[in-house]
């Protein structure tokens, strides 16, 4: 095993569950002695920390959901003084409703520990060049990636998104090993790599993708044309960033970091916890966080876990890629958009809520197109003042969202409803 593999990924399933209980014990009564939320919700079902004294009683607490964290903003939920405050980062999404998400330098600590996890899996290790092409700034992927690079000691590049031309030749000046960006974003290189000529002058050897859905066969073509080993890599802001699951060698779903987030399934309808095996909504406990300690949060992901053995040796449960999400947020370009959103700036803008977003995918880069009806007054405006329109909402939509949709305005009442209930979203990607 690789030094920097620590032994607790590859421990005995009674010795994980300990380490959890007595996690979850320290947890909760932090978050309820600092957060009031928790003392609220927990007063109202009547559970005490001290009626937590193991992970067996996980299902006694309440849910949490963005909606709490929201109306929260922005510091509701932290549970430790400002002044223990190193970081923040935050959702992509909704201007002013935007869940803030807080770190100490222990938490920062734990998360690079995580992604560090990730990084030895796809057989990186204090030689390799690691190539961080996920955005930096309030979006989780640079900063986790980067900070798993350095406490794996490899030489880090953080090359954030975008112009491909100087990601291209860095990767080839610099040598990189280790790719680490959105899956769309490396089967875009992949391409402009290709039809630059430059495959045999670059040295990948593998690649973590994730923050949205791929394919098995988007896995394999990116795998073919940059002749890596793929690896897929999940996270989410509330529960720290990437790096909460990884994938191993074994190619077959994402270890999840349990000994830091215990993890549940449960049947979005009914809140009822599911068995192993079941497919359901993902619910996260963070037993090692002192600024942001959620506590049993629904993240609205569905997928199943397993705990068969795994070729790799860890003993950690793993996760099945996501089979979809339970809400209505569709990640469009690594963005979680919200059609409210989108309903948002349209009334803000003088427009009536009469809209259609059609998302696609085409050569792995998400095409994201939104069309709203005209009122009838607008219907005898000028070609001109329609493009101008067009343009300010498109404006109002990229500084609401952070990416830009194509907007065409249509003619009234032409966006098809069905029993008279108009259809928001045609996401016609096959994942
Ligand atoms: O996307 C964190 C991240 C960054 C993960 C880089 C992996 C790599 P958010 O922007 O808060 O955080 O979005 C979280 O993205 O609830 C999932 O729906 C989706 N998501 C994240 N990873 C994957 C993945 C980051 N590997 C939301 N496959 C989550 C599918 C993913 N969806």
């Known amino acids: ?114 992604c560090a996890r990730a990084i030895v899996a796809a057989g990186g290790g204090k030689d390799d060049v690691v190539h961080v092409c996920y955005g930096y700034g309030l979006f989780t992927g640079g900063p986790g990636l980067n900070g798993g690079s350095h406490k794996v000691g490899s030489m880090t590049l953080p090359m954030s998104s975008g112009n491909t031309e100087r990601q291209i030749q860095f990767m080839c000046d610099l040598g990189s090993t280790i790719l680490c960006c959105t899956p769309s974003y490396a089967a875009f290189l992949a391409e402009a790599i290709l039809e630059q000529g430059m495959a045999d002058r670059i040295s990948l050897k593998a690649g973590i993708f994730g923050a949205e859905a791929w394919s098995e066969e988007m896995r394999r073509d990116i795998e073919d044309k940059l002749r890596i080993k793929a690896y897929d890599i999940y996270g989410l802001t509330e529960i720290s960033g990437p790096g909460v699951s990884f994938e191993c060698s074994e190619q077959t779903g994402m270890h999840i970091n349990e000994d830091h987030f215990a993890a549940e399934i449960i049947d979005p309808a009914t809140g009822e916890t599911l068995p192993l095996g079941s497919k359901g909504e993902l619910v996260f406990s963070c037993l090692s966080k002192a600024a942001f300690p959620l506590l049993r949060y629904r993240t609205r992901d569905i997928c199943v876990l397993s705990r068969k053995a795994c070729s790799c040796g860890r003993t950690l449960v793993k996760m099945s890629k996501l089979m979809g999400r339970s809400d209505d947020m569709l990640i469009i370009r690594g963005v979680n958009v919200f059609p409210s959103q989108i309903e948002a700036v349209l009334l803000k803008c003088g427009l009536p809520p009469n809209y259609q977003i059609i998302v696609d995918r085409v050569k792995y880069t998400d095409t994201f197109d939104v069309q709203v009806e005209m009122t009838p007054e607008m219907f005898s405006d000028t070609v001109r003042q329609v493009a101008a329109r067009e343009s300010e909402l498109v404006s109002a939509l990229r500084s609401m969202l952070g990416i830009s949709p194509k907007v065409t305005l249509v003619t009234p009442r032409s966006i098809a409803r069905s029993e008279g209930k108009a259809v928001r979203v045609v996401d016609k990607r096959t994942i």
């Open 1 to 114: 095993m690789n030094r920097y593999q620590p032994e607790i990924e590859c421990a005995s399933e009674d010795r994980l569950r300990g380490l959890q209980s007595e996690r979850l014990v320290r947890t909760v009564k932090h978050a309820y002695d600092n957060v009031a939320f928790y003392r609220r919700k927990m007063d109202e079902h009547k559970v005490k920390p001290a009626d937590v004294k193991s992970m067996d009683d996980l299902p006694k607490l309440p849910f949490l959901c963005k909606d709490d964290l929201r109306d929260a903003y922005p510091y509701g939920f932290l549970a430790v003084p400002r002044s223990e405050v190193v970081r923040i980062q935050s959702t992509s999404g909704t201007t002013g409703k935007r869940v803030v998400a807080f770190y100490t330098q222990q938490d920062i600590d734990v998360w690079d520990e995580c």
